[in-house]
């Protein structure tokens, strides 16, 4: 048995061959047996020692590494240790059980990264890059309907059990979400009903028939744009609340400590948001439907002369109330998907201040793209029944 002991710069010597050597006489050894090489790795490998390792060492190939010498070993030590010895740490010998779990750790925990594209890929890297975006859609999508299936369970048990309803942050929530979006929302949802009537006064006055701007703001109004503009105004203001809140009780391990004490996130953090949206956009739909038509009826008085009673005789006449109660079937269910989603990337954030960006964000587009196919959904679903 022939042993090549390697030694790095030492504390305050040098040596002119390379291996490891710290100012504890912390060390390696190579060692050939049955014509096999053994990495004997000796001494302590913790953060303290280790960044004396030469990164340039080359050691050739290795067919094993020994760790029954090794004194304390700590991740870092165990990483510096997978790194230098590579693809011999598959045949690991020795007794130190904590070098053996930590080694396996290192070479076990792998970071997925997709390769890197370049502009002008070939047609098998758009296609890569389609197939990677479709999994992660697909896989999200799984997800999402999971979460939804445990709140919806959460849900509909504390209904039967109405004295585990937390009451006190289920009304805080309808306040900050319901009532306080309630002045924004009818602001702008006055204002793009004096649009939509300005739209229909200059496209009908060419036929000569700009008394039918009445019916174009009554039916748009009740039946799309008073719920979609809730829902929008809901995604960007109260899901993304929503998502920071969770997030940062995340990232202060506020939810960990809530489970630890035998409390469910669901029960004391989903299920309230959800009932406190499911409650309130109804509402602030109906009040957003109410201040849009205003706002054509603005239109009407000072630019067609059309006062506010023929607007409200010719809405109740020739506008059928079933276009109100289409628009306000869908509100409930928008309600529920902000505060869904909302909550869902708040549980997802990470311990970092990109990771709580990041999911605040995805939030407020998962929620808009949502309501968007939703109500397309819902548009040919009543169109079918001919409503």
Not at 39 to 50: K, P, R, S
Not at 197 to 213: D, K, M, N, R
Not at 344 to 373: N, P
Request: hydrophobic share 50%; charged share 15%; net charge negative.
């Amino acid at each position: 048995m022939r042993d090549l002991n390697l030694h790095l710069l030492g504390f305050r010597r040098k040596s002119t061959r390379k291996g490891l050597m710290s100012k504890d006489d912390t060390m390696f050894t190579v060692r050939e047996e049955d014509g096999a090489r053994i990495l004997c790795a000796q001494g302590d490998w913790t953060v303290m020692t280790v960044h004396k390792v030469d990164r340039d060492t080359e050691l050739g190939a290795l067919d094993g590494v020994d760790v029954t010498a090794i004194g304390d070993i700590d991740t870092a030590g165990a990483l510096v240790l997978s790194r230098l010895a590579g693809p011999a740490l598959e045949h690991l010998s020795g007794t130190h059980e904590s070098a053996r779990q930590l080694i396996s750790l290192m070479t076990q925990t792998d970071i997925a990264c997709d390769p890197p594209s370049l502009p002008g890929g070939s047609l098998m890297d758009l296609l890569e890059r389609t197939g990677r975006s479709s999994i992660r859609l697909w896989n999200e999508s799984v997800e999402t309907l999971a979460f939804l299936g445990e709140a919806l369970s959460t849900c509909t048990r504390l209904i039967f059990q109405p004295r585990r309803l937390r009451w006190t942050p289920m009304v805080a929530v309808m306040e900050e979400a319901g009532l306080d979006a309630l002045p924004i929302v009818a602001f702008l949802s006055f204002f793009v009903g004096m649009v939509v009537a300005f739209i229909g006064a200059t496209s009908l006055s060419e036929f000569g028939a700009t008394i039918f701007t009445v019916e174009l703001v009554g039916i748009s109004m009740m039946r799309e744009f008073g719920v979609i503009l809730t829902a929008i105004i809901l995604s960007g203001r109260t899901n993304s609340a929503f998502t920071a809140q969770i997030g940062a009780m995340r990232m202060r391990q506020e939810v960990d400590a809530m489970t630890t004490l035998g409390l469910s996130p669901m029960e004391v953090l989903v299920a309230p948001r959800i009932f406190a949206m499911v409650v309130m956009t109804p509402f602030l739909s109906f009040i957003s439907t109410l201040s849009g038509m205003a706002g054509g009826m603005l239109v009407g008085w000072l630019a067609l002369d059309i006062s506010p009673v023929v607007f409200t005789a010719r809405i109740q006449d020739y506008v059928p109330v079933s276009n109100f109660w289409v628009g306000l079937s869908k509100a409930p269910i928008f309600g529920l998907i902000v505060a869904l989603i909302g909550c869902r990337q708040g549980l997802l954030v990470g311990g970092s201040v990109q990771s709580l960006g990041k999911h605040t964000t995805t939030s407020v587009v998962q929620a808009i793209f949502s309501i968007i196919v939703i109500d397309a959904v819902f548009a040919i679903f009543y169109m079918e029944l001919g409503l």
